[in-house]
């Protein structure tokens, strides 16, 4: 299907004009496949239109080539003349491109329907309910597509519509390749926009968005929108296009010496999700493919240098807040203090979520993306405030003598948190002086 593919590729090359001026409706109109279009094109316009100024509309890829189905499908059903089903899943579009469904079938991406277990989903149906779990969590992640039990292979309404970027297809394959190439034009310009990832990476607990607007990136992308080049199928950073990159230029699109790749976790050295950053797998290499990256544009000193920042920027969110945090609650859940049962019962449950889930992530990812305003006043700001102002309150009015010693300790002992007991004058002469500073020297210091 690949060669046939090149193939189409090559016959485009020589006949592309013809086609687009013939308007691609080369199949019979009389043969099922060219049906489709005829009625398609009076009972839904828009849609055809769409399909009609496309790529696969250009490469003579039609309706049927997509929504052809076998009768033993779950969810196919017969539409006039031939055996369709609505969906078309990453498997389906296989068919043609076999790499780019390989890679995103190895990405955290396709494994981002897997979310009932977690504490996010327990919060969800159980602090909320179900209704909000499929317009909220499964809008973005993708669930279990179900077919509906009253008309036969037919999917359910409870869990279509749905484009979640991990979305689990009665034909076993994950996710879905319209989350980032919507239907039915599948323009590549689209996919390369920051627009296209944010409909999912944005908001409270993962602002990559706005950092990225708020960047320098973000500002210049936006200014020399018209120089992006965003149509041109080759599209090499430094070579097709140098104003800015995008989200696609620095996480999935090809350099000078690297292909476009669709696992999104190619080039990230940590995990900044989790309540304690840890590194990836083979961080160094998939580092350097992100460094590669940066310098069709940058020195590799710049580079390095941000690196070095940033590293410590999570080593200190890790250190100093998160490892404590993490800790103090471990010490109260251990002893039973909690008056409700429930896990979401309890005040001082929601403070530890906010801290990691939300203003944690947010000044880990303002660090990474050079978003300042997400790093401090959105980030390590609220999270300074919220350990010292909300979290160890709540804990201390628990008034258990274990928990008020380990607290104690910690603000005694600890170099990063003793500030609390010394008088300002000398916190200010020792910022002068360059000595409190001396305390975080050893989170710049390489693994
Ligand atoms: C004679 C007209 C006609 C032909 C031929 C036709 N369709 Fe349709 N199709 C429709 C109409 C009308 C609807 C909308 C039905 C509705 O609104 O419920 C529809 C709906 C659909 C749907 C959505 C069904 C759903 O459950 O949401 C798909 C997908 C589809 N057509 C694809 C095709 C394909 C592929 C072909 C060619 C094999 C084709 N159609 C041929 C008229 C046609
Ligand atoms: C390149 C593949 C591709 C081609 C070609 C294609 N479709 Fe689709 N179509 C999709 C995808 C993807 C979806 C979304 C289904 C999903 O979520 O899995 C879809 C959904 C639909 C739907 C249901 C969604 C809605 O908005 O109501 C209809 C109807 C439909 N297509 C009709 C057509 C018709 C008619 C043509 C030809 C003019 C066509 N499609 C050509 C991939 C394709
Ligand atoms: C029958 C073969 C076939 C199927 C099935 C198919 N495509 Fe394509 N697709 C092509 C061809 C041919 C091209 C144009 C040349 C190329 O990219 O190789 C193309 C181009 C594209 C492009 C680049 C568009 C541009 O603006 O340059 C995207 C994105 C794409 N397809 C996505 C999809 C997705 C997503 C699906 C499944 C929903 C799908 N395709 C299903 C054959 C197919
Ligand atoms: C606006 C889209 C959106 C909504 C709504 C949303 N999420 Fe997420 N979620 C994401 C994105 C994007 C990430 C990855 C962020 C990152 O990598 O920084 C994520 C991350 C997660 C993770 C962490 C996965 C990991 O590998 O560590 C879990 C678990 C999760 N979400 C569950 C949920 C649940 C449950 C809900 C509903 C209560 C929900 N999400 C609502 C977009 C969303
Ligand atoms: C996370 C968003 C995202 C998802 C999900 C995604 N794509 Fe892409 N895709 C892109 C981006 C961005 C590009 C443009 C890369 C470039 O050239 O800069 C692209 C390019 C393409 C191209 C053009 C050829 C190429 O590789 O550059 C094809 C074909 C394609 N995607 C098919 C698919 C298919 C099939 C799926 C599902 C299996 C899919 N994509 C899922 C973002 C995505
Ligand atoms: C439909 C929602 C959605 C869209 C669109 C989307 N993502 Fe994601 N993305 C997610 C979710 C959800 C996760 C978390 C998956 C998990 O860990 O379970 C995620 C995770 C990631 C990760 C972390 C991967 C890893 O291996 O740790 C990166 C990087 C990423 N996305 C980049 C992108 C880029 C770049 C785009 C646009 C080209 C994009 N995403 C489009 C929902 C989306
Ligand atoms: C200049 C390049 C660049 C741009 C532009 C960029 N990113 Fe990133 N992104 C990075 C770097 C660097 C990291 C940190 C990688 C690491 O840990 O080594 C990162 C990390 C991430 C992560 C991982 C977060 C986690 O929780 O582990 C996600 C998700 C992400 N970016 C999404 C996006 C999205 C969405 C956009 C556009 C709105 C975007 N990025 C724009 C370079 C970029
Ligand atoms: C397509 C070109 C391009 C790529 C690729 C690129 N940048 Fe940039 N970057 C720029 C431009 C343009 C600026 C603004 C320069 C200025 O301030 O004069 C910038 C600014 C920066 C800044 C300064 C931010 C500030 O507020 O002063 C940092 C740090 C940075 N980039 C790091 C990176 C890193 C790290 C990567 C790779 C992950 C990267 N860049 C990839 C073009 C690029």
Redesign the pocket.
């Known amino acids: 299907m690949v060669r046939y593919c090149k193939l189409a590729v090559g016959i485009l090359l020589i006949m592309g004009p013809v086609l687009e001026r013939m308007g691609a409706e080369s199949p019979d109109p009389k043969s099922p496949a060219g049906e489709c279009m005829t009625c398609h094109k009076e009972k839904s316009p828009g849609l055809y239109r769409q399909w009609f100024s496309s790529s696969h509309a250009r490469h003579g890829v039609t309706c049927i080539d997509c929504h052809a189905a076998s009768q033993e499908d779950p969810d196919a059903y017969q539409h006039f003349d031939a055996w369709i089903s609505t969906l078309v899943t990453p498997k389906d579009c296989s068919a043609c491109h076999e790499r780019e469904f390989r890679e995103v079938a190895g990405?955290?991406?396709a494994?981002?329907g897997?979310?009932l277990k977690s504490a996010d989903a327990y919060l969800a149906h159980v602090t909320a309910g179900h209704p909000a779990a499929i317009q909220g969590c499964e809008?973005?992640?993708?669930a279990p597509l179900k077919i509906d039990p009253d008309a036969p292979n037919k999917l359910s309404p409870l869990t279509w519509p749905n484009?979640?970027?991990?979305r689990i297809n009665p034909d076993g394959s994950e996710g879905?390749c319209n989350?980032?190439h919507p239907r039915h034009t599948f323009a590549i310009a689209q996919?390369?926009q920051?627009e296209?990832?944010?409909?999912?990476?944005l908001g409270p607990d993962?602002p990559?968005k706005e950092v990225y607007e708020e960047s320098k990136h973000g500002n210049t992308y936006y200014t020399h929108l018209a120089k992006m080049n965003l149509d041109s199928f080759k599209w090499v950073v430094g070579e097709d296009y140098f104003a800015a990159p995008t989200?696609?230029t620095?996480?999935?699109s090809a350099t000078a010496t690297q292909t476009v790749s669709h696992?999104?976790?190619?080039?990230?050295t940590w995990?900044l999700?989790p309540p304690l950053s840890t590194r990836?797998k083979d961080w160094q290499t998939k580092g350097s493919r992100m460094k590669d990256v940066c310098s069709a544009c940058h020195g590799s000193t710049f580079v390095t240098g941000h690196y070095h920042q940033y590293d410590a920027s999570v080593r200190l969110y890790n250190e100093k807040f998160a490892k404590p945090a993490t800790e103090l609650m471990t010490l109260i859940r251990s002893k039973n203090l909690l008056k409700s049962p429930a896990e979401f019962g309890n005040t001082v449950e929601w403070v530890y979520w906010e801290l990691w889930h939300h203003e944690g992530r947010r000044a880990r990812h303002g660090a990474s993306m050079m978003g300042p305003d997400y790093t401090w006043w959105h980030g390590f700001y609220d999270i300074a405030q919220h350990f010292y102002f909300k979290l160890i309150p709540e804990a201390r009015k628990l008034n258990d003598p274990d928990v008020n010693t380990w607290i104690d300790t910690l603000l005694k002992d600890d170099p990063m948190h003793r500030w609390l007991n010394q008088p300002a004058a000398d916190l200010k002469a020792a910022i002068q002086s360059g000595e409190l500073q001396t305390i975080y020297s050893d989170l710049f210091k390489a693994e």
Do not use: E, F, T
Request: aromatic share 0%; glycine share 10%.
């Open positions: 990405s955290h991406h494994r981002a897997q979310i809008s973005c992640h993708g484009s979640g970027i991990g879905s989350a980032c996919a390369r920051p296209s990832c944010s409909k999912c990476h993962h990559q989200c696609a620095c996480h999935m696992d999104v976790g190619n080039r990230l995990n999700r990836q």
